[in-house]
């Protein structure tokens, strides 16, 4: 008796001085780890009732935002899908990761680099998703990021022509792509993109029968199976494909607004004296059928367009409400971090074009919401003016969780913030962007072949509004390759330096500076008037992101 109380006591003495990073407090640790529910959406710009949108109907973000802890100034690291995801997925920037349009496989350049989920999946996490969070399923990262597929369901997606579910635009569709394959040939790959279906459909339909109603109805499957398994935390990321084009919603999210309500923006004109390679054409909406070729985008057609945005923004935003309903319908909200995000914003008729693909606030700020189960009950439905960045993601979501941080990363973790909203934060915020006038819409070089399309006349107009203001520095070769848009927003200001990547020392092509205090819609280019506030803050992005970086105090 005597020996076994001894040894009783001897075994508890030993766990008693076991230190702590050992196995059994590192299982421990694990087990108790959050689950991560990661929501991106793509091509939204902060057209949400949380973010001051007089018109969109969210309730579902909204209440999201009431609850957790809202970002008024994130911004993304390029204004375009591909490299915009493969940043935030890595934790490192476009110069980085050499991803800067949207035919590239980042595992391609960077075959070794851990993606947040790959990290996640290392350190004992079930990693999965449904919808899109990488740019598309071939750049998914298959098998690497991810753990295991999404549940099987029982309805099957109809393979509608071009996505759509009338009739009608399956037979435009089937036009405008027969009329391409005629004209360039079965195997004009580099033209099939120009005959689309329209650019918007509204259907009487269910929310799954259309995609993202789908992932959502997966997601939540997949969910419930790794709540019921409950032998590993889980990584969970939903990719809603809307409000990218084509803005296909059931017609009850139409039915929410009243086209006589909606209003297109006034500012219809590009910002006086910036840069002429500074936007584009619209292309990546003039390729849709029923869409003027040139001209103005205005009037009955803009505000039909307008209408069809808020109706997908809203669709999207039912989803996410089904989502997070899921998952306390599941016991498990209480031990998981919502983060939500986009990946870019979009001209809405802003500054006279449509689309993404600029270096300006309306493209590269972005909206970014997160709750946490431990928030302080202080920060809840609060809104931070703090500038963030979607690099910031990876280490901020590792940090929560309890992982070591790869040294990889090139953003800073947003955690203090969850504390102290107001604190004092980064100085600056970074984005890039290749010269979008003369680039085509997935910000690759414009082909020989592009110039030989309708597209052909807005080429060439762009193009002599450079030679124009670029005087003798235009060359065309350096435009259309090698130009590169490089942005800081600053607390009042946004910069953006035109440089030449081949000559990364040389003094920039062309500058410009807006000042967010008294022109936040970035109206008129004050830089050629503003020579001592250039230098201070050219100087200032000359220390990049790791001069730029916040210093909490401990």
């Known amino acids: 008796m005597i020996v ?12 008693a001085c076991t230190p702590k990073g050992t196995s059994l407090d590192h299982e421990s640790a694990k087990a108790n780890r959050p689950n991560i529910l990661f929501i991106a959406i793509d091509d939204l710009r902060p057209e949400l009732g949380c973010y001051g949108s007089e018109i969109a ?19 993304c690291q390029q204004a375009i899908c591909s490299p915009s995801r493969a940043s935030l997925m890595t934790g490192a920037r476009p110069e980085t990761t050499q991803i800067i349009e949207n035919y590239t496989y980042f595992r391609d350049v960077n075959p070794n680099i851990v993606t947040l989920p790959q990290h996640f999946k290392n350190n004992g996490y079930e990693t999965t998703y449904s919808g899109k969070i990488f740019h598309k399923r ?18 099957v997606p109809a393979n509608w022509p071009g996505g759509y579910a009338l009739k009608e635009n399956q037979e435009l569709f089937k036009k405008n792509q027969a009329a391409i394959k005629k004209k360039y040939g079965e195997n004009a790959t580099s033209h099939y993109a120009l005959g689309r279906g329209p650019a918007f459909e509204k259907a009487d339909i269910e929310d799954h029968e259309y995609l993202d109603g789908y992932n959502t109805v997966k997601a939540i499957a997949t969910m419930k199976e790794m709540t019921a398994d409950q032998s ?12 990218h084009l084509d803005w296909k919603a059931p017609k009850k999210y139409w039915d929410l607004y009243d086209p006589s309500d909606i209003s297109i923006t006034d500012q219809s004109d590009s910002p006086t004296d910036g840069a002429a390679m500074g936007l584009h054409a619209s292309f990546e909406l003039r390729v849709r059928g029923g869409i003027p070729k040139t001209g103005p985008i205005e009037g009955d057609l803009a505000t039909t367009l307008m209408h069809a945005y808020l109706a997908s923004v809203s669709y999207v935003d039912a989803q996410i409400g089904k989502m997070i309903d ?21 001209h809405l008729g802003d500054m006279g074009i449509w689309g993404k693909a600029t270096n300006y606030e309306i493209a590269t700020r972005v909206p970014m919401i997160i709750w946490t189960p431990d928030m302080d009950t202080q920060v809840r439905g609060q809104k931070t003016d703090a500038l963030v960045e979607l690099v910031d993601m990876y280490p901020t979501l590792s940090e929560l969780a309890g992982l070591d941080l790869p040294d990889h990363l090139e953003g800073q973790s947003f955690v203090p913030l969850l504390r102290d909203p107001a604190m004092d ?23 020989s072949s592009m110039r030989e399309t309708y597209f052909g006349p807005l080429i060439e107009d762009v193009e002599s509004k450079i030679k124009k203001q670029q005087g003798q520095k235009w060359d065309r070769d350096l435009f259309e390759n090698d130009l590169m848009g490089y942005t800081m927003r600053t607390d009042r200001y946004r910069l953006v330096l035109w440089k030449n990547t081949k000559e990364p020392e040389a003094a920039p092509l062309y500058i410009e500076l807006y000042d967010h205090k008294t022109d936040p819609k970035e109206t008129k280019n004050i830089a050629q008037a503003s020579t001592s506030l250039v230098n201070q803050l050219v100087s200032q992005w000359s220390k990049g992101w790791q001069g730029n970086q916040a210093h909490p105090k401990q």
């Open 232 to 243: 590993k935390p889980f990584f969970l990321g939903l990719g809603m494909k809307l409000p």
């Open 326 to 346: 899921a998952l306390e319908a599941e016991g498990a909200r209480d031990n998981t971090i919502i983060i939500l995000w986009s990946d870019h914003g979009w």
């Open 4 to 15: 076994r109380v001894n040894l009783v006591f001897i075994i508890l003495l030993l766990l």
């Open 425 to 447: 934060w980064k100085a600056a915020a970074f984005s890039q962007y290749p010269n979008p006038a003369l680039r085509e819409w997935a910000a690759n070089p414009l082909t």
């Open 57 to 75: 109907v969210t309730p579902n973000i909204d209440k999201l935002a009431s609850q957790g802890l809202l970002f008024n100034r994130a911004y």
């Open 138 to 155: 071939a750049f998914a990262d298959h098998p690497l990021s991810w753990s295991r597929e999404q549940a099987e369901i029982d309805f």
